[in-house]
């Protein structure tokens, strides 16, 4: 597009129609936190005035209010369990016009062929999906990958359309320790004039500040009022994390208020279908924003603008001359009542509609990602006597040191956990005990396992863990329940064995009878059955979490 012409420049003056007016509108100005009203005009993408204008289009808007579209600031798009055409067919109803997104995921799992499909995948959407370039695969010296993705990699993603910089430097004890190849990644971001997205759940003090000098610009990971000041304070942005497994919102309601307010955005992290299908995506943190007391201007600017400064997006996220024309029309703000959605002018969705948009071929190297040999109840004893028991926590991804045991104690709710290396036929097995989880009989398994993607099972026996995994084996990749020898529930997961080639709503359903199943079997229904079993191997978020090598103390960065 032109960014400048003689006949944007007539629109804008009034002197001749804009392309698109949207009349009489409510709109909120992100910049001084009012809602004020005037016609909106709009050509070649961008908004070109707001007033009394005339249009060769015209929306009646009288009774509307505008806001700016929603910018999530940090998401995975594998943890939608979707491809990202069905992504976006479920995003814009919410109102989402722009995602920055770390395919770390994926990269996991098939290293620069997982990375290429989701920037190919992603290009011709209509919504923007800005990639950071992974820094953490893999993400901790305490498991196994499927590949590598090394500063090299990094410095080519880096060259590509839409990538902004480095994803959440997930090892911070390697930051902080200085660790040569961490800044090499960071330094190929820098130079390259990109910024460096934070992950450092509970990092404080000195530790925090040798962190911040590596330029970490923002953190999704506060999980309380504290920690999200320090960083505040220290320059950092913090973005509001509200997904599926992690709900942060409530404990840091105050920031959205000022002084905060302004340096801080929202995100949703990792979120599975039938959240964003049910309940939305940002509109949903802001929707509960607004009912637990936050200005709704304030929550609006943190949904729209703030993101965009935040990672550098020039001209996104306001209503204002020269800025894209990414619009929300809603039919009460209160509530996040979304009547329409514009895409740089163009009307992409309407209160109803049925989106459908075409995805692009997944490689076939994408749809085999599975390799692991049969395994036995022998397989899954523990390794030591007594040993960890690994205590989860509703609405948390951070873990509880339970102490240790020596077996199954159904009664008490002690569970064995189980990592299986899935992609080199390593043979290597984690197992441990697992408190919180609930299940009264059978096994879940899942190949969804952050960030390595191994096969994680839970269970009640060994026979019955042996069951589940040689049953994700034979569907190459999903999750499954089984019960007695039979399987009970499962959703293939073809494309890495992290998403379904299902459209959004089907894959919500799916996952929907799959966890009713696992509630059924006696699963602790304040928990997510499969978001919450698969971030019980993620090795950088504390406490103590369980991978192919054995249990890893986070906070003490070693295996126990």
């Given at each position: ?5 003689e ?6 003056r009034?002197?001749?129609p804009?392309?698109?007016v ?6 909120l100005n992100?910049?001084?936190g ?6 909106i005009?709009?050509?070649?993408g961008?908004v070109?005035g707001?007033?009394?204008y005339?249009?060769?289009?015209e929306v009646d808007?009288?009774g ?10 940090h ?9 990202p ?10 109102g989402t016009t722009?995602?920055v ?12 062929a ?5 920037w190919?995948?992603?290009k011709?959407l209509?919504l ?21 993705f ?8 880096l060259k590509?359309?839409r ?8 090892g911070f ?7 040569p ?6 330094n190929?971001?820098l130079?390259?004039?990109g910024?460096v997205?934070?992950?450092a ?6 530790a ?5 000098t590596?330029?970490v610009?923002?953190?999704?990971e506060?999980?309380t ?5 320090e960083?505040l304070?220290?320059g950092?942005?913090?973005?509001v ?6 709900k942060?919102l409530?404990?840091?309601l105050?920031?959205?208020?000022e002084?905060y ?17 049910r309940?939305g995506?940002i509109?949903?943190i ?5 009912a ?15 993101g ?5 997006l020039?001209?996104?996220g306001a ?7 990414d619009?929300?029309v809603?039919?009460d ?18 209160a109803?509609?049925?989106l459908?948009l075409?995805a ?10 599975v390799h692991l040999?049969?395994v ?5 004893r ?20 339970c102490?240790?045991?020596?077996d199954?104690?159904?009664e008490h709710?002690?569970l064995?956990?189980?990592v299986?290396?899935?992609?080199h ?7 441990c ?9 059978g096994?879940?398994a ?5 960030d390595s ?9 060994d026979?019955?863990?042996?069951y589940?995994v ?9 999750m499954?329940i089984?019960?007695?020898g039979?399987?009970?529930?499962e959703?293939?997961?073809p ?6 080639d299902?459209?959004a ?9 799959i966890?009713?199943?696992a509630w059924a079997?006696?699963v ?5 059955p499969f978001m919450?079993?698969s971030?019980?191997s993620?090795p950088v978020?504390?406490?103590?979490k ?12 070693k295996i126990v």
């Amino acid at each position: 597009m032109s960014y400048l012409n003689e006949q944007l420049m007539a629109m804008a003056r009034g002197d001749q129609p804009a392309q698109l007016v949207l009349k009489d509108a409510a709109y909120l100005n992100v910049f001084t936190g009012e809602f004020l009203e005037g016609d909106i005009a709009i050509g070649d993408g961008v908004v070109l005035g707001i007033g009394s204008y005339q249009g060769v289009q015209e929306v009646d808007c009288a009774g509307k209010t505008i806001v700016p579209g929603f910018i999530d600031s940090h998401m995975h798009p594998e943890s939608t369990m979707v491809v990202p055409a069905h992504f976006a067919e479920a995003a814009l109803p919410h109102g989402t016009t722009a995602v920055v997104a770390d395919p770390h995921e994926i990269t996991n799992v098939s290293g620069r062929a997982g990375f290429d499909y989701i920037w190919e995948a992603t290009k011709e959407l209509p919504l923007d999906v800005f990639l950071m370039a992974p820094s953490c695969v893999p993400a901790s010296p305490f498991d196994e990958s499927g590949c590598v993705f090394d500063h090299e990699d990094v410095a080519r993603a880096l060259k590509l359309p839409r990538v902004l910089g480095l994803a959440e430097l997930m090892g911070f004890p390697g930051t902080v320790g200085g660790d040569p190849e961490i800044a090499a990644k960071v330094n190929a971001a820098l130079a390259q004039g990109g910024i460096v997205d934070g992950h450092a759940p509970g990092l404080t003090g000195k530790a925090l500040n040798a962190y911040l000098t590596a330029r970490v610009s923002n953190d999704h990971e506060s999980s309380t009022l504290a920690e999200a000041l320090e960083k505040l304070r220290l320059g950092q942005w913090v973005l509001v994390r509200e997904g599926t497994a992690a709900k942060n919102l409530e404990a840091l309601l105050p920031l959205f208020e000022e002084p905060y307010a302004s340096r801080c955005a929202l995100c949703t992290d990792d979120e599975h279908p039938g959240d964003l299908v049910r309940v939305g995506q940002i509109d949903n943190i802001i929707r509960k924003a607004i009912a637990l007391g936050a200005s709704p201007a304030n929550a609006y600017r943190m949904a729209s603008l703030n993101g965009a400064l935040c990672h550098n997006l020039p001209y996104r996220g306001a209503i204002a001359p020269g800025y894209l024309a990414d619009l929300v029309v809603l039919c009460d703000p209160m509530t996040v009542d979304i009547c329409a959605v514009y895409k740089g002018g163009k009307p992409v969705y309407a209160a109803g509609q049925q989106l459908s948009l075409p995805a692009i071929p997944v490689p076939q190297a994408l749809q085999d990602t599975v390799h692991l040999d049969p395994v036995t109840a022998e397989d899954f004893r523990l390794r030591r006597v007594p040993e960890k028991i690994i205590g989860l926590n509703p609405g948390s991804l951070i873990t509880d040191d339970c102490g240790e045991g020596t077996d199954y104690d159904l009664e008490h709710d002690i569970l064995k956990l189980c990592v299986v290396e899935r992609h080199h036929h390593t043979g290597h097995i984690g197992v441990c005990l697992l408190r919180g989880y609930g299940l009264r009989a059978g096994a879940c398994a899942t190949t969804v396992a952050h960030d390595s993607h191994n096969v994680i099972a839970v269970g009640t026996s060994d026979e019955e863990i042996a069951y589940a995994v040689n049953h994700i084996r034979e569907m190459h990749g999903g999750m499954c329940i089984v019960n007695q020898g039979k399987v009970l529930d499962e959703l293939p997961l073809p494309v890495a064995g992290l998403m379904s080639d299902l459209p959004a709503e089907e894959a919500a359903a799916r996952v929907d009878h799959i966890s009713a199943t696992a509630w059924a079997n006696g699963v602790n229904s304040g928990i997510d059955p499969f978001m919450t079993l698969s971030f019980a191997s993620l090795p950088v978020i504390p406490t103590l979490k369980l991978t192919t090598l054995g249990v890893v103390d986070v906070n003490q960065f070693k295996i126990v």
